[in-house]
């Protein structure tokens, strides 16, 4: 049995497009919870630095986030990346010690 797949995702908002960013994120989250694989993928905007907003997600397996990545939710905010961040995606993985 493979290990979970916890990870944190980074999303820093183009100036003006903060608004436009937590909405099309939030738009995404019932779709992506029912995804094959998915146990957690919540939102959250950052107290210190508004406009950035933190994804933490658990998947079952590599395979599961793998798909998320190529699943039609996820691609569809993509696609407005440019659009609607400042700097690239940041991708953490973690590593749970308790």
Do not use: N
């Not at 993928?41 to 630095?49: D, F, I, L, Q, V």
């Not at 998320?68 to 996820?74: D, P």
């Amino acid at each position: 049995m493979s290990e979970h797949v916890h990870l944190i995702a980074r999303l820093i908002a183009r100036e003006g497009q903060e608004a436009a960013l937590a909405q099309a994120v939030a738009a995404i989250v019932p779709a992506v919870l029912e995804e094959p694989g998915c146990l957690a993928y919540t939102a959250h905007e950052s107290c210190e630095r508004p406009g950035t907003i933190v994804m933490y997600e658990i998947w079952e397996s590599q395979a599961a986030l793998d798909g998320h990545a190529g699943g039609a939710s996820f691609c569809a905010l993509a696609a407005r990346f440019d659009e609607l961040l400042r700097k690239p995606l940041a991708i953490e993985t973690l590593r749970r010690l308790a």
